[in-house]
């Protein structure tokens, strides 16, 4: 609806699913470190437009903390965020604009109704009108709640009010830091139900931090495990909630791991996720398509092959592996 086109890093931008757009959020190695400790570390992904993605990690993994980065709340020790192509450590008012977020519990006036909350906010906000309030609280579901008060809405309601508010100057991004925190599982499917309806029609991209794997299979499009601030691994999820078949997970035992490497990231369509060298293997995402030419390449380049397998295990066998299990609900 409101996408522009700014061409950037698109490479980064390989194995999106479904809605692969433009990048609206890129974030390039972004590190927190806080008195000797590193929070965040080296964080590199992409949100497309249209697409959900979902910050996966348990209790402490740096998701909150990524989150204040990306919305300038707290600095970056390194790298940097780029929002609707505008950079957050150069440009922060600029990126900071195609951002809406939810980071904490949204903050209303309990006495005022719905509306006479999101009119109050209207005020404050350029550009923004009484037809674009409407409008965005139909998307949420709200158009029948608007007239009560908000002391009396559930959670479920206050939260997608808070939705509502973030949208409401059309940006290009929707954060929201665990959302279905505290909602009961009717409340979680409207949740997963109202955001795929917005990242439709919106076209914008959203991403929302979660420490639940089944919750973010159902929601999103793509998954960005996080644990002790690193990234563990990106999965595309088919829009009926299973990992998307045509990304295949494989390993490739190699001669050079590091020349290796080099050859997966310069081909534009395969996403590096792990290498070793103890091992002499490289995992990566990628079609089945990218596999003839990726040999090519690798053989070009003087790395030979030994072996190449699919990893079959499910996102979920993978997640608790890296996790060490148990650690995740
Ligand atoms: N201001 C701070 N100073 C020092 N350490 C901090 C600070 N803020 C967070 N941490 C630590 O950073 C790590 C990541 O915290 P963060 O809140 O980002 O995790 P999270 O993934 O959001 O966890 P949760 O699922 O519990 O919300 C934790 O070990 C936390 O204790
Ligand atoms: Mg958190």
Not at 71 to 85: H, K, P, T, W, Y
Not at 163 to 186: F, R, S, W, Y
Request: proline content about 3%; some cysteine.
């Amino acid at each position: 609806m409101n996408e522009r086109n700014h061409q950037s890093a698109g490479k980064r931008n390989a194995g999106a699913g479904a809605g692969s757009g433009q990048p609206v959020l890129e974030l390039d190695l972004v590190t927190k470190r806080i008195g000797g400790k590193t929070l965040v570390s080296g964080l590199s992904f992409a949100v497309n437009n249209g697409e959900i993605v979902g910050l996966l990690g348990p209790n402490g993994a740096g998701k909150t903390t990524t989150i204040r980065m990306i919305v300038g709340l707290i600095a970056m020790s390194e790298g940097d965020v780029r929002i609707g192509g505008s950079s957050v450590n150069a440009q922060f008012e600029k990126a900071i604009r195609h951002i809406g977020a939810i980071i904490e519990n949204p903050e209303f006036y309990p006495y005022l109704s719905g509306m006479d909350n999101l009119k109050q906010f209207m005020r404050m906000t350029e550009g923004v009108t009484e037809a674009r309030i409407r409008e965005v609280t139909a998307l949420v579901g709200l158009q029948d709640a608007l007239d009560k008060k908000v002391k009396a809405y559930s959670l479920g309601m206050r939260q997608r009010l808070g939705i509502a508010q973030a949208l409401l100057h059309k940006p290009k991004v929707l954060i929201l830091d665990e959302p279905t925190n505290g909602l009961d599982p009717a409340g979680i499917r409207e949740m997963r139900d109202y955001l795929k309806l917005i990242a439709e029609q919106e076209g914008i991209g959203i991403l929302v931090s979660s420490h639940l794997l089944a919750e973010m299979e159902l929601m999103c499009n793509r998954v960005v495990v996080i644990q002790e601030g690193k990234l563990i691994a990106v999965r595309s999820i088919k829009p009926d909630g299973t990992e998307d078949s045509k990304q295949l997970s494989i390993s490739m035992e190699v001669t050079d791991v590091a020349l290796g490497a080099r050859a997966f990231e310069a081909m534009g369509n395969v996403e590096l996720i792990g290498k070793d060298d103890a091992s002499g293997k490289i995992v990566a995402k990628l079609q089945r398509e990218d596999i003839p030419p990726l040999v090519k390449l690798l053989t070009d380049s003087g790395v030979g092959i030994y072996r190449i397998e699919e990893n079959k295990a499910s996102l979920e066998d993978e997640f608790m592996a890296w996790t060490g299990g148990g650690r995740i609900a």
